[in-house]
């Protein structure tokens, strides 16, 4: 797992933030995945929304690192409301359209064509 990331650049959400926007990054995966937490931190965004802090109650895990994209909604909805009176950039991880893997890594959806 990548733990620190140096971009080698200025990034969207930093430039961003610089001019005053609010920034914000929601997930529906797990809070570590991929490192996302430091990554994201070290490319400008301020705000930082996994599953691991929303109401996973009645959304079905879709996948072995993720709910449906829908838990997502909820604590967005309250982020841009509190975040309306000025600019900002809202960036979305959807992870419903990953197919369902098994442990075994054997799809568990039928195949399409």
Not at 21 to 27: E, I, K, L, Q, V
Request: net charge negative; charged share 25%; with cysteine.
């Amino acid at each position: 797992m990548l733990a620190y990331y140096e971009p080698p650049s200025t990034c969207l959400p930093e430039l961003l933030s610089e001019q005053g926007y609010n920034t914000a990054y929601f997930m529906s995966q797990d809070g570590s995945f991929e490192g996302s937490p430091d990554i994201l931190k070290n490319i400008g965004y301020e705000d930082f929304h996994s599953v691991d802090t929303m109401d996973k109650e009645g959304f079905e895990k879709t996948n072995y690192f993720g709910y449906k994209d829908e838990a997502m909604l909820e604590p967005s909805k309250e982020w841009l409301e509190e975040n309306a009176g000025g600019p900002f950039l809202a960036t979305y991880f959807t992870t419903t359209t990953s197919r369902r893997r098994s442990v075994m890594g054997a799809s568990s959806l039928p195949a399409t064509k």
